[in-house]
Nanobody, 119 residues
Framework: VQLVESGGGLVQTGGSLRLSCVAS????????MSWYRQAPGKERELVAA????????NYADSVKGRFTISRDNAKNTVYLQMNSLKPEDTAVYYC?????????????WGQGTQVTVSS
């Protein structure tokens, strides 16, 4: 099982980035996908999530209206479009896959990609 994130980098305030996460080794279309982030000295927090078929999304209040999560099940990929970036968005961003089956929970994490927003 692998989740490989890409697309992070250094951007100025107000700029945009698009993160991608390519999955392999499991049935991607059966998993809800999420993006989390962790800033230095802070706990990991949920940024955005999308259901397995892509019909429902939800966002942290701090990113609503600026970030968009989407997925392409044919490409086993989930995306996070980040616009109007702020310095407080600086963090390592992680891709997460989750499926609940009865009493079992299956979940996987990517290695993370660094996003740095300069002021």
């Amino acid at each position: 099982v692998q989740l490989v994130e890409s697309g992070g980098g250094l951007v100025q305030t107000g700029g945009s980035l698009r993160l991608s996460c390519v999955a392999s080794g499991f049935t991607f279309s059966s998993y809800a996908m999420s993006w989390y982030r962790q800033a230095p000295g802070k706990e990991r927090e949920l940024v955005a999530a999308i259901t397995s078929a892509g019909g429902t999304t939800n966002y942290a209040d701090s990113v609503k209206g600026r970030f968009t999560i989407s997925r392409d099940n044919a490409k086993n990929t989930v995306y996070l479009q980040m616009n109007s970036l702020k310095p407080e968005d600086t963090a390592v961003y992680y891709c997460h896959a989750k499926r609940v089956s009865g009493s079992w929970t299956y979940d996987y994490w990517g290695q993370g990609t660094q996003v740095t927003v300069s002021s």
